[in-house]
């Protein structure tokens, strides 16, 4: 299972290489542990959202329902 962040079509650790630890709450147990996101890694993203923008406002609402459907289903 990938823990990184996903970022303009691609997985990577976050630029300060920060983590988080996920811990199941019924065992206290912890489960793994995750990047964790800073300003600067959430500035790219956005960057990267508006960049791919205009590809996604270009495909039919039809495609772009079930992409997010499938998405929801994951």
Do not use: C
């Not at 823990?3 to 996920?22: C, H």
């Not at 542990?33 to 959430?42: F, H, N």
């Amino acid at each position: 299972m990938e823990t990184g962040l996903y970022i303009n079509g691609e997985w990577r650790p976050s630029l300060d290489g920060a983590r988080i630890e996920v811990i199941d709450p019924a065992t206290e147990e912890i489960i793994t542990d995750v990047a964790s996101a800073s300003k600067e890694d959430a500035l790219l993203a956005v960057e990267a959202a508006h960049a791919a923008q205009p590809l996604w406002a270009a495909r039919p609402p039809r495609e772009r329902a079930e992409i997010l459907r499938r998405a929801f289903d994951l």
